[in-house]
């Protein structure tokens, strides 16, 4: 048998990454979220901007979707999932 299947695993169900550095503002609830979002997208000015989105296993995409695509200021708001290949 393998030696690495003997270890334990290292996965967590409940993941946090806690951010100490005090120069760093973390929000909470989707309306203080998309505030936030919309107050740092508007400095940008007049630039085009991209904002985009990475996820980890076990989000729960619809809530985050749902949530950003209702109160973000936006033209667009693409999915990539939905300019995917398919499977076969």
């Known amino acids: 048998m393998k ?4 270890k334990p695993s290292k996965f967590t169900n409940l993941p946090v990454v806690e951010v100490k550095n ?27 901007k991209l904002v985009v989105i990475e996820t980890y296993q076990g989000v729960i995409h619809e809530e985050l979707i749902s ?3 209702a109160c973000l200021k ?10 995917l290949l398919p499977e076969e």
């Open 3 to 6: 030696k690495y299947l003997n």
């Open 22 to 48: 005090e120069s760093y503002k973390v929000e909470n609830g989707w309306e203080a979220i998309c505030a936030r979002l919309n107050k740092e997208i508007s400095v940008l000015g007049e630039k085009k």
């Open 67 to 69: 949530n950003l695509n």
């Open 74 to 83: 936006c033209d667009r708001f693409i999915q990539a999932s939905e300019y």
